[in-house]
């Protein structure tokens, strides 16, 4: 079993373990800094660090003691019943000469050190229960206050760790959404203009029937904007569609043009037709006129 170390040497050992605990941004090796801090101490030869999960057990498990040989046989992570259970449930540490001997306590699996004296202290941060820490094989056969005390202040900065590493695994989860989120924007705008292209390309195609000329004209203004709009793109301008709305509005306005041209062709056309039409009801009137005068003349002759 691991002796205790005199008082004045676990003072200093607790200050070194504060210090290095405060300059490592690395959780699990920050988490077994603590846990070997503490072991050292307590004096204790067999420690463990647990946080639990969101499915009953313990999701990191770190041990001091009991080597892969042992752990292996001793099979899967210990539940959160007993009196491990009983620490996190009530947030309160538990110190015991020996834990067979408390009511919570079930058994031990096979294989399992058979532990008698044991501290268990909970880690808590904000009023949340995180994990726990509990200790034992100390030659003192007992846990003292002093001992629970240096580890609570462990467990403390233990708790500080889990939360900032959490803190700062949604602060890259919410930035790998805003990443997605910038360029799922990106695409969008570049297949939004693409389709525009293809859009006013197909319609410069149908004109081309009716006024070849202007179809030259709109193919070539939009492959001036297309080109200016890809540049544009590329350097992150927002001022890229500018030119493509001109160009949608100078195609319309051609449109506009062609209709009125061709509906002016039609009225002349109709116009043409109509003279004809004209000309014989002018003939027709004279006609009559003439007819009129003639039946006149011969009745005066009368």
């Not at 946080?51 to 292996?72: L, N, V, Y």
């Not at 491990?84 to 306590?105: E, M, N, Q, S």
């Not at 200016?228 to 051609?254: C, E, F, I, M, V």
Request: hydrophobic share 35%; charged share 30%.
């Amino acid at each position: 079993m691991a002796a205790r170390a005199p008082r004045s040497t676990q003072l200093d050992e607790l200050h070194r373990a504060v210090l290095a605990i405060g300059g490592d941004l690395d959780l699990d090796r920050t988490l077994r800094r603590i846990l070997r801090s503490a072991a050292k101490l307590v004096g204790a030869r067999y420690a463990a660090l647990g946080i639990q999960s969101a499915d009953g057990g313990f999701g990191t498990f770190i041990t001091i003691g009991i080597s892969a040989r042992q752990q292996e046989l001793i099979g899967s992570l210990p539940r959160l019943h007993g009196l491990l259970g009983t620490i996190l449930k009530k947030g309160a540490p538990v110190r015991l000469a020996d834990i067979r001997r408390h009511p919570d306590f079930s058994y031990y699996p096979a294989n399992h050190p058979q532990l008698r004296e044991f501290l268990g202290v909970p880690i808590v941060h904000r009023g949340e229960v995180l994990g726990e820490l509990y200790f034992s094989g100390t030659a003192a056969r007992r846990f003292s206050p002093d001992d629970q005390r240096m580890v609570e202040m462990l467990a403390a900065h233990a708790g500080v760790a889990i939360a900032t590493a959490r803190l700062a695994g949604r602060e890259r989860e919410l930035a790998a959404l805003q990443e997605r989120d910038r360029l799922s924007r990106r695409v969008q705008e570049a297949v939004s203009s693409a389709l525009v292209d293809i859009i006013a390309e197909a319609r410069a195609g149908a004109d081309r029937a009716a006024d070849p000329a202007a179809a030259r004209r709109t193919l070539g203004s939009l492959e001036a904007t297309s080109t200016h709009g890809r540049g544009a793109r590329q350097q992150g301008d927002r001022t890229s569609a500018r030119p493509l709305r001109a160009h949608r509005k100078n195609a319309r306005q051609q449109r506009a043009r062609q209709t009125r041209r061709r509906g002016s062709d039609s009225g002349r056309r109709a116009r043409r037709q109509e003279r004809p039409s004209r000309l014989g009801r002018r003939v027709s009137r004279s006609i009559g006129r003439d007819r009129s005068a003639d039946a006149s003349s011969d009745g005066g002759r009368g």
